[in-house]
Protein backbone atom coordinates (compact mmCIF):
# COMPACT_ATOMS: atom_id res chain seq x y z
CA UNK A 1 0.00 0.00 0.00
CA UNK A 2 1.27 3.50 -0.77
CA UNK A 3 2.57 6.01 1.99
CA UNK A 4 0.77 8.34 3.37
CA UNK A 5 2.41 11.99 4.83
CA UNK A 6 0.22 13.87 7.30
CA UNK A 7 0.64 17.19 9.50
CA UNK A 8 1.06 15.96 12.87
CA UNK A 9 -1.04 18.19 14.31
CA UNK A 10 -3.54 20.75 13.27
CA UNK A 11 -5.81 23.53 15.51
CA UNK A 12 -9.41 24.85 14.35
CA UNK A 13 -11.71 26.98 15.85
CA UNK A 14 -14.76 25.66 16.49
CA UNK A 15 -17.38 26.24 13.76
CA UNK A 16 -15.21 26.81 11.20
CA UNK A 17 -14.30 24.59 8.41
CA UNK A 18 -11.18 22.06 9.21
CA UNK A 19 -9.33 21.44 6.27
CA UNK A 20 -6.90 18.23 7.18
CA UNK A 21 -4.20 17.63 4.46
CA UNK A 22 -3.00 14.13 3.25
CA UNK A 23 0.18 13.35 0.39
CA UNK A 24 -0.05 10.41 -1.15
CA UNK A 25 2.53 10.48 -4.26
CA UNK A 26 2.98 6.74 -4.94
CA UNK A 27 -0.80 5.96 -5.18
CA UNK A 28 -1.42 3.40 -7.76
CA UNK A 29 -4.22 3.71 -10.40
CA UNK A 30 -6.26 0.95 -8.06
CA UNK A 31 -6.08 2.34 -4.45
CA UNK A 32 -8.62 4.13 -2.29
CA UNK A 33 -8.49 6.88 -0.06
CA UNK A 34 -9.73 6.44 3.14
CA UNK A 35 -10.13 8.42 6.00
CA UNK A 36 -10.51 7.19 9.51
CA UNK A 37 -10.71 9.03 12.85
CA UNK A 38 -10.19 8.00 16.26
CA UNK A 39 -10.98 9.38 19.78
CA UNK A 40 -9.48 9.32 23.10
CA UNK A 41 -9.63 5.49 24.10
CA UNK A 42 -11.72 4.57 21.28
CA UNK A 43 -11.66 2.20 17.96
CA UNK A 44 -10.96 4.41 15.27
CA UNK A 45 -14.18 5.42 13.52
CA UNK A 46 -14.71 5.47 9.52
CA UNK A 47 -15.00 8.82 8.00
CA UNK A 48 -15.36 8.85 4.27
CA UNK A 49 -13.48 6.99 1.25
CA UNK A 50 -12.55 7.78 -2.39
CA UNK A 51 -11.11 6.72 -5.74
CA UNK A 52 -11.04 9.79 -8.23
CA UNK A 53 -13.99 11.81 -7.54
CA UNK A 54 -14.40 14.00 -4.53
CA UNK A 55 -16.94 12.32 -2.21
CA UNK A 56 -19.31 13.63 0.27
CA UNK A 57 -21.35 12.73 3.30
CA UNK A 58 -23.04 13.52 6.42
CA UNK A 59 -19.73 13.83 8.45
CA UNK A 60 -17.08 15.23 5.77
CA UNK A 61 -16.27 15.88 2.40
CA UNK A 62 -13.36 14.05 0.33
CA UNK A 63 -11.22 15.87 -2.09
CA UNK A 64 -8.80 14.33 -4.64
CA UNK A 65 -6.44 15.98 -6.72
CA UNK A 66 -6.95 15.46 -10.45
CA UNK A 67 -3.64 13.67 -10.37
CA UNK A 68 -4.31 11.64 -7.13
CA UNK A 69 -1.14 12.63 -5.49
CA UNK A 70 -2.84 14.26 -2.42
CA UNK A 71 -6.26 14.71 -0.98
CA UNK A 72 -7.64 16.87 1.89
CA UNK A 73 -10.32 15.82 4.56
CA UNK A 74 -13.34 18.55 5.13
CA UNK A 75 -14.91 19.04 8.25
CA UNK A 76 -17.32 21.61 7.44
CA UNK A 77 -18.67 23.16 10.58
CA UNK A 78 -16.07 21.86 13.50
CA UNK A 79 -17.33 20.86 17.00
CA UNK A 80 -15.42 19.83 19.91
CA UNK A 81 -16.68 16.54 19.35
CA UNK A 82 -14.68 16.65 16.66
CA UNK A 83 -11.01 16.84 18.51
CA UNK A 84 -9.43 13.15 17.34
CA UNK A 85 -6.75 11.66 15.58
CA UNK A 86 -7.27 11.97 11.30
CA UNK A 87 -5.87 8.67 9.80
CA UNK A 88 -5.48 8.79 6.19
CA UNK A 89 -4.71 5.69 4.68
CA UNK A 90 -4.66 4.25 1.15
CA UNK A 91 -5.00 0.45 -0.01
CA UNK A 92 -5.90 -1.27 -2.91
CA UNK A 93 -10.07 -2.27 -2.86
CA UNK A 94 -10.04 -6.28 -1.91
CA UNK A 95 -11.96 -8.23 0.94
CA UNK A 96 -8.83 -9.34 2.56
CA UNK A 97 -6.51 -6.28 2.24
CA UNK A 98 -5.78 -4.56 5.49
CA UNK A 99 -5.13 -1.26 6.95
CA UNK A 100 -2.02 0.44 7.61
CA UNK A 101 -1.76 3.10 9.94
CA UNK A 102 0.64 6.06 9.53
CA UNK A 103 0.75 8.56 12.54
CA UNK A 104 -2.03 10.15 11.41
CA UNK A 105 -2.88 14.45 12.13
CA UNK A 106 -4.48 15.47 16.00
CA UNK A 107 -6.84 17.56 15.17
CA UNK A 108 -8.20 19.91 18.44
CA UNK A 109 -11.01 21.95 18.10
CA UNK A 110 -10.67 25.54 20.02
CA UNK A 111 -13.91 26.78 21.66
CA UNK B 1 -24.89 0.49 9.76
CA UNK B 2 -22.09 -1.93 10.06
CA UNK B 3 -21.53 -2.51 13.84
CA UNK B 4 -18.68 -4.54 15.55
CA UNK B 5 -18.69 -5.38 18.96
CA UNK B 6 -15.63 -6.12 21.29
CA UNK B 7 -15.71 -7.71 24.77
CA UNK B 8 -14.84 -6.95 26.95
CA UNK B 9 -13.96 -3.07 27.15
CA UNK B 10 -11.09 -3.60 29.73
CA UNK B 11 -9.60 -6.67 31.70
CA UNK B 12 -7.10 -6.50 34.60
CA UNK B 13 -6.06 -9.48 35.56
CA UNK B 14 -2.45 -11.62 37.12
CA UNK B 15 0.42 -11.88 35.02
CA UNK B 16 0.48 -15.58 33.41
CA UNK B 17 -3.05 -16.10 32.75
CA UNK B 18 -4.53 -16.23 29.53
CA UNK B 19 -7.04 -13.41 28.72
CA UNK B 20 -10.05 -14.47 25.77
CA UNK B 21 -11.25 -11.09 24.10
CA UNK B 22 -14.16 -11.07 21.20
CA UNK B 23 -14.62 -9.51 18.39
CA UNK B 24 -18.69 -9.98 17.18
CA UNK B 25 -19.96 -8.71 13.80
CA UNK B 26 -23.49 -7.55 14.99
CA UNK B 27 -25.29 -7.04 11.56
CA UNK B 28 -23.14 -8.47 9.06
CA UNK B 29 -21.44 -11.30 7.78
CA UNK B 30 -17.34 -10.90 7.86
CA UNK B 31 -15.26 -13.35 5.85
CA UNK B 32 -12.08 -11.40 7.60
CA UNK B 33 -11.27 -9.47 10.41
CA UNK B 34 -8.30 -7.72 11.73
CA UNK B 35 -6.32 -7.55 15.15
CA UNK B 36 -4.42 -4.09 15.69
CA UNK B 37 -2.67 -3.43 19.13
CA UNK B 38 -1.73 0.44 20.00
CA UNK B 39 0.31 1.47 23.14
CA UNK B 40 0.35 4.64 24.64
CA UNK B 41 0.29 7.91 22.10
CA UNK B 42 1.29 5.43 19.29
CA UNK B 43 -0.45 4.02 15.98
CA UNK B 44 -2.36 1.23 15.60
CA UNK B 45 -0.41 -2.31 14.71
CA UNK B 46 -1.87 -4.51 12.95
CA UNK B 47 -0.90 -7.95 14.56
CA UNK B 48 -2.57 -10.68 12.25
CA UNK B 49 -5.79 -11.14 10.02
CA UNK B 50 -8.21 -13.57 11.00
CA UNK B 51 -9.84 -15.68 8.49
CA UNK B 52 -13.02 -17.42 8.88
CA UNK B 53 -12.37 -21.48 8.73
CA UNK B 54 -9.02 -21.09 8.50
CA UNK B 55 -5.63 -19.80 10.09
CA UNK B 56 -5.22 -16.73 10.67
CA UNK B 57 -1.84 -14.71 9.05
CA UNK B 58 0.21 -12.88 11.42
CA UNK B 59 2.68 -9.79 10.94
CA UNK B 60 6.00 -10.25 11.38
CA UNK B 61 7.34 -10.32 14.99
CA UNK B 62 3.85 -11.38 16.01
CA UNK B 63 4.37 -14.62 17.83
CA UNK B 64 1.22 -17.07 16.70
CA UNK B 65 1.25 -19.71 19.76
CA UNK B 66 1.32 -16.28 22.44
CA UNK B 67 -2.13 -14.71 20.46
CA UNK B 68 -4.25 -17.34 19.50
CA UNK B 69 -6.47 -16.54 17.37
CA UNK B 70 -9.73 -18.48 16.49
CA UNK B 71 -12.20 -17.07 13.84
CA UNK B 72 -14.83 -20.56 13.97
CA UNK B 73 -17.71 -18.12 12.50
CA UNK B 74 -19.07 -15.42 10.05
CA UNK B 75 -19.61 -13.43 13.03
CA UNK B 76 -17.32 -14.00 15.81
CA UNK B 77 -13.25 -13.82 16.17
CA UNK B 78 -11.57 -14.08 19.26
CA UNK B 79 -7.56 -12.90 20.55
CA UNK B 80 -6.06 -14.92 23.17
CA UNK B 81 -3.25 -13.54 25.17
CA UNK B 82 -1.88 -16.92 26.69
CA UNK B 83 0.30 -16.47 29.43
CA UNK B 84 -0.03 -12.56 29.68
CA UNK B 85 2.63 -10.18 31.31
CA UNK B 86 2.99 -6.85 32.01
CA UNK B 87 4.71 -5.88 28.91
CA UNK B 88 1.45 -7.27 26.75
CA UNK B 89 -0.31 -4.79 28.63
CA UNK B 90 -1.52 -2.64 25.42
CA UNK B 91 -5.11 -1.71 23.60
CA UNK B 92 -6.29 -4.33 21.36
CA UNK B 93 -8.56 -3.46 18.67
CA UNK B 94 -10.33 -5.77 16.12
CA UNK B 95 -12.40 -4.72 12.93
CA UNK B 96 -14.23 -6.38 10.18
CA UNK B 97 -15.87 -6.01 6.86
CA UNK B 98 -18.65 -7.19 5.09
CA UNK B 99 -17.86 -10.59 3.20
CA UNK B 100 -19.90 -9.44 0.20
CA UNK B 101 -18.32 -5.91 -0.22
CA UNK B 102 -16.73 -4.91 -3.28
CA UNK B 103 -16.19 -1.25 -1.69
CA UNK B 104 -16.97 -1.19 1.47
CA UNK B 105 -15.02 -0.30 4.38
CA UNK B 106 -13.61 -1.79 7.36
CA UNK B 107 -15.67 -0.94 11.19
CA UNK B 108 -13.73 -1.33 14.33
CA UNK B 109 -14.70 -2.33 17.47
CA UNK B 110 -14.08 0.09 20.43
CA UNK B 111 -11.16 -1.32 21.72
CA UNK B 112 -10.57 -3.79 25.03
CA UNK B 113 -7.89 -2.32 27.31
CA UNK B 114 -5.75 -5.06 28.61
CA UNK B 115 -3.66 -4.54 31.79
CA UNK B 116 -1.91 -7.26 32.86
CA UNK B 117 -0.35 -6.71 36.70
Known amino acids: DAKTTQPPSMDCAEGRAANLPCNHS???????VYWYRQIHSQGPQYIIH???NNETNEMASLIITEDRKSSTLILPHATLRDTAVYYC????????????FGEGTQLTVNP | GAVVSQHPSWVICKSGTSVKIECRSL??????MFWYRQFPKQSLMLMAT?????????EQGVEKDKFLINHASLTLSTLTVTSAHPEDSSFYIC?????????????FGDGTRLSIL
Open chain 1, 50 to 52: GLK
Open chain 2, 95 to 107: SARRSDSGNQPQH
Open chain 1, 26 to 32: TISGNEY
Open chain 2, 50 to 58: SNEGSKATY
Open chain 1, 89 to 100: IVRVETSGSRLT
Open chain 2, 27 to 32: DFQATT
